[in-house]
């Protein structure tokens, strides 16, 4: 069974702190995503990565950055947490087939996700 | 953009009974991958069943079946036999066939009552 792990199921920080929240994947997946949910809104994606330090955009990169130094960690990182980050963060891996950096892939794996509050 | 609409925030249903969730998508692509999610209370959202656009047969898993009706753009999902373990947050979600762009529906919750 894949596992997806994240650091912590729950965090509080205060504001303009720095955030690191991590993320390890046992089945040696190519790719793997930050998500963003809130209610209402769904899942959202924050940042992609389908290499060792190769990184992409989602829709709401803003305010945050991310690291994969190795292919089974992934970090999100708030640069400096606002009130407004306030938020439910989840992990995902996948596995990519046909061998295309960022190309086909099935489903995506989670984890438990990280409750963070920013006060 | 592709979008991902579930118009229905919460549902109920009593167990044993079916309940159909409904989602509806946009997409100018004619290949594409349709997933239905499931996240129990404080756990881990896992994969419900999985729809590939170019296969005309409604995707099934035991008690978990889908309408998919790609002119409509209707991904439905039909639970049957409920059990209170259904009880959960269901996502439904679209991907491109060719990329990693996954969109996810607002969700919805469902309530299985005994």
């Known amino acids: 069974d894949v596992k997806v792990t994240q650091s912590s199921r729950y965090l509080v920080k205060r504001t303009g702190e720095k955030v690191f929240l991590e993320c390890v994947q046992d089945m040696d997946h190519e790719n793997m995503f930050w998500y963003r949910q809130d209610p209402g809104l769904g899942l959202r994606l924050i940042y992609f990565s389908y290499d060792v330090k190769m990184k992409e955009k989602g829709d709401i990169p803003e305010g945050y950055s991310v690291s994969r130094e190795k292919k089974e960690r992934f970090s999100l990182i708030l640069e400096s947490a606002s009130t407004n980050q306030t938020s439910m963060y989840l992990c995902?891996?996948?596995?990519?087939?046909?061998?295309?950096?960022?190309?086909?892939?099935?489903?995506?794996?989670f984890g438990p996700g990280t409750r963070l509050t920013v006060t | 953009a592709q979008t991902v609409t579930q118009s229905q925030p919460e549902m109920s249903v009593q167990e044993a009974e079916t309940v159909t969730l409904s989602c509806t998508y946009d997409t100018s692509e004619s290949d594409y991958y349709l997933f239905w999610y499931k996240q129990p209370p404080s756990r881990q959202m896992i994969l419900v069943i999985r729809?590939?656009?170019?296969?005309?047969q409604n995707a099934t898993e035991n008690r978990f079946s889908v309408n998919f009706q790609k002119a409509a753009k209707s991904f439905s999902l039909k639970i049957s036999d409920s059990q209170l373990g259904d009880a959960a947050m269901y996502f439904c979600a679209y991907r491109p066939y060719y990329n990693n762009d996954m969109r996810f529906g607002a969700g919805t919750r469902l309530t299985v009552k005994p």
């Open positions: 995902a891996s996948s596995l990519v087939v046909g061998g295309l950096a960022g190309g086909f892939s099935y489903e995506q794996y």
């Open positions: 729809q590939e656009a170019y296969k005309q």
